[in-house]
């Protein structure tokens, strides 16, 4: 039962690790694809900035809300949630492992 509980524990780690690479590639991908697209006159000046819609500061409000790369915040958010939910599940099942039986632990 001590190698069932570690393989699993192992590789709930190794998924958790796999969905931030995963949302670090989505992240990354964002970053620049609202850095290539955004306004930079004015980038500098940041009360003159939040004026323009399509300026460094608010292209990422528009990308939450949808109005600009609909399908980039679609897997981007999937990506985001996949990572929220492997280390939940990491550290619920670790957690309960740890206070229900110690013992199985490595």
């Known amino acids: ?22 949302a670090f590639y989505w992240q990354a991908k ?3 694809t609202l850095f290539g697209v ?6 500098s000046v940041p009360w003159k ?6 300026g460094v500061n608010n292209t ?11 399908e980039l915040r679609r ?3 999937k990506a985001v949630g996949y990572v929220a939910v492997s280390f939940l599940t990491l550290f619920l099942v670790g957690g309960f492992v740890q206070i229900v039986a110690p013992e199985y632990l490595p």
């Open 1 to 22: 039962m001590y190698y069932v509980v570690s393989v699993f524990i192992l590789v709930l780690a190794a998924n958790a690790l796999v969905a931030f690479g995963i």
């Open 30 to 32: 964002v970053i620049f």
């Open 38 to 43: 955004a306004n930079w006159n004015h980038a």
């Open 49 to 54: 900035d939040l004026a323009n819609p399509n």
């Open 60 to 70: 990422f409000g528009r990308f939450i809300a949808g109005e600009i790369f609909p």
């Open 75 to 77: 897997k981007w958010s």
